[in-house]
């Protein structure tokens, strides 16, 4: 990954490998424009990515389809410096049913993810699955 300083707190992140690129925006809540996706914002899609990508990894090899799986991660910042993510509160819904082994798959892939892994243990990172 580059990134590349383009002034007033936004930055243009490149990924070499498949010459894609995306912009990151200081938030508004710490004196940005809140025009693109914060830093930390990515911290919390980069959790909620590769907790969707071990569970389909996982289900694939059983045989489990879980296109339409929707995860929802909400970034709870500290109100005192230093300024910190707290909490990454994760939701996961699933769309097909599935027996208690199964579900209990689902959960280890999701908290075995190497982001869930990597984040601090000072940071609260509850995950709730939604099954139907």
């Known amino acids: 990954m580059t990134v590349k300083y383009e002034g007033s707190l936004r930055c ?8 894609q690129s995306f912009t990151t ?5 710490n004196n940005g424009k809140g025009e693109a996706a914060s830093p930390t914002d990515l911290c ?4 909620g990515s590769c907790m969707a990508t071990i569970i389909g990894m996982q289900m694939e090899k059983l045989g489990f389809d ?6 929802e991660v909400n970034k ?8 910190r993510i707290i ?7 699933l769309p097909a049913k599935f027996d208690d082994k ?4 689902i959960e280890l892939a999701a908290k075995g993810c190497p982001v869930h892994h990597s984040l601090s243990s000072e940071i609260d990172k509850p995950v709730t699955f ?3």
């Not at 243009?12 to 010459?19: F, I, L, T």
């Not at 919390?44 to 959790?47: F, G, K, N, S, Y």
């Not at 199964?102 to 798959?105: A, E, G, I, Q």
Request: positive net charge.
């Open 12 to 19: 243009k992140v490149s990924h070499e490998p498949s010459g």
């Open 25 to 29: 925006d200081a938030p508004i809540d």
């Open 44 to 47: 919390a899609a980069a959790l």
């Open 66 to 71: 879980l296109t339409g799986m929707r995860i």
């Open 76 to 83: 709870e910042m500290s109100k005192y410096k230093p300024r």
């Open 87 to 93: 909490r990454l509160s994760t939701e996961v819904w």
């Open 102 to 105: 199964t579900k209990r798959k």
């Open 130 to 132: 939604h099954w139907l």
